[in-house]
């Protein structure tokens, strides 16, 4: 059985998984990747100088992200780049183009002087030499999105959660989703546009921790509130194995008790050798504040 035949036969819950990014760097990487689709791409990328791409944009406090066009044309030996802010309030999407993949070395990937976009990014994760499921499950979504939003759509490498693929990540908020191959893709996107997640396949906010996540899961379904621009993170507090976070509700703050726990021992991806347990947040309660 693969790890997202597992995870769904399990009912692993998707809220809170989304993997960590603040602000992303995002390059054009045409034709096959390895493993790690900046070292082990070495037809496209020679390997010391992807690993060296990679580091540029770690010193900077970023997370890369290698994209490609889906089809059989994809690029054509482009070597486009986006620069992505995914933090609350600050949330946009700088694009420019490189002649030569060693001129991003030359970039201030920091402060580039790229041409801002409006319009969003849909990523959805094909990284097959990760993990089969990601590749198998990942390019059941493109036909779909191909169709309606063949602008904004891209194949991506490694985005985290491989037991939840299909993955897709939707920029500039980074917004996570998992199982997105039994989803309406179209309609996620769809209502993205609208100001909205699709709760039954969001997996959570990348900029945000996992508790932050987890709490505006809960607060989500209590409240029933799907937009965006809601629910932001105020404070973080933790005691022990217990969490108290503090959402802001327009104006009005909800404060969302969690109990921190540990899942029965579970293997996340199919190359896993080895079972681990995984984090959890229960919800404990949930109240109004002031």
Known sequence: MTCSEAARSRGDSLAGTASAGRRWFLLEI????????????????????????????????????????????????????????ARVGTESIRWGEVERPEDVLELDVDDPAGTLSTDPIVAVCTHGRHDQCCAVRGRRVLPALMTAHSEITWECSHLGGDRFAGTMVVFPEGLYYGNVDDADAEQIVRLHGEGMVDPRFFRGRCSLSAVAQAAQHHARVALSDNRIDTLHPVSER?????????????????????EQGMSDPITTTCRATQAGPVRRFDVISMSPVG
């Open 238 to 258: 933790q005691d022990g194995s217990s969490w108290t976070v503090v959402l802001d509700h327009y104006g009005r703050h909800v404060e969302v008790r969690l």
């Open 30 to 85: 045409d034709g096959a990747w390895g493993h790690s689709a900046f070292v082990n791409s070495d037809r496209v990328l020679a390997p010391a100088l992807g690993f060296g791409i990679a580091r540029h944009v770690e010193a900077a406090g970023m997370r890369s992200l290698a994209i490609r066009r889906p089809g059989r044309h994809r690029g054509e030996g482009r070597w486009r780049w986006a620069v992505v802010d």
